[in-house]
């Protein structure tokens, strides 16, 4: 067994304005590093489309029709302050949740042991029907409803330590008992919620916010601490990672001074717990990481630790 990556040419064809962090040099740079004789090793796919109907389990068709609507002919177009779109846009959007989907239809089939999907848009911080924070739609979530929904799994984890609160997971799964969201993320910071009081409705989610310049060790100490015993508790069948790397030293969007052992040291974890009750099935997707080598030698981290758990 080997491990799956997915990505796809179009998610280059979303592109945005000088300015915003992030943009087609971040997946660029992944590429070139995974480009190497270390990673012959991965299963490399092309991400597919995902249809409409597979989207629509996590935001209305007027939200998704709005999005497509507003994709310009040329040019830019302007959502928020952070979030923009191009003519390439909404296909490169269907190729991220397509990427998702595809590794949780190999991983739970038995193609391939875990995956990594190298795909923008990212996703964690889009809301039923807001897009923001660069987020179209909710790549993880979608990943997560369509293993319960579609492959019929009974209890889904998704572990977020990018550096900024997913609040669009938390937003799309806050209702959903099948899942437990883990977020570890820097506050204050964008976008502001996180809180350890936001608990889902169901007890479904766990935020641990992190004080700036805290560091890897708090990281490593509070997953030991909160994070892992509530995942080995809720027995996931399936792990999926929102996978940001901007909680790196080197990255400009943020302060929580970690480096690539701490990205690597939390994917050993991760698969500590998806080897424990998931047949060590682990489906992780891009989310920020803005500092573009340390993005990529922190991807390269990720993604090393996956394939030798993977093999
Ligand atoms: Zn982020």
Redesign the pocket.
């Known amino acids: 067994m080997s491990t799956a990556f997915l990505t796809h040419p179009d998610c280059l064809a979303h592109v945005t304005p000088p300015g915003p962090p992030e943009r087609v040099a971040r997946l660029e740079a992944i590429l070139r590093r995974l480009d190497t004789p270390e990673f012959d090793g991965l299963l490399r796919v092309e991400a597919p489309l995902a249809d409409l109907a597979q989207v629509a389990r996590c935001h209305p068709r007027a939200y998704i029709d709005k999005i497509r609507a507003a994709v310009p002919a040329q040019g830019f177009a302007v959502l928020d302050a952070d979030t923009h779109l191009s003519p390439g846009s909404f296909t490169a959007a269907l190729r991220a949740v397509g990427a998702n989907l595809k590794a949780v239809d190999m991983v739970l089939g038995g193609e391939a042991a875990n995956a990594f999907a190298a795909v923008r848009p ?1 996703g ?2 889009a809301e039923t029907e807001v897009a923001m ?1 660069f987020c179209l739609f909710g790549n993880v979530s979608i990943a997560a409803r369509y293993a319960l929904d579609h492959h019929g799994l009974a209890r889904v984890a998704i572990m977020d330590f ?3 609160h997913g609040n669009g997971t938390q937003d799309l799964l806050w209702d959903e008992p099948r899942v437990l969201f883990a977020s570890t ?1 820097q506050m204050p910071l ?1 976008p502001g919620t996180g809180a350890a009081e936001e608990r889902g409705a169901h007890g479904n989610v766990l935020n641990v916010p992190l004080p700036p310049m805290s560091g890897g060790a708090r990281f490593r100490a509070e997953m030991e601490r909160q994070v892992l015993p509530a995942l080995d508790a809720f027995r996931p069948e399936l792990v999926l990672i929102s996978a ?1 790397f ?2 790196h030293a080197a990255d400009p ?2 302060q929580l001074q970690w480096h690539e052992a701490d990205f690597a040291w939390a994917t050993e974890r991760l698969c500590d717990i998806a080897d424990a009750h998931a047949g060590g099935k682990v489906v992780s997707t891009l ?4 500092d573009l080598d340390a993005l990529a030698e922190s991807a390269a981290a990720h993604v090393q630790v996956l394939m030798e758990r993977g093999s």
């Open positions: 990212p964690h911080h924070g990018d550096v900024h993320h964008y940001g901007d909680a969007l943020a989310e920020g990481g803005y």
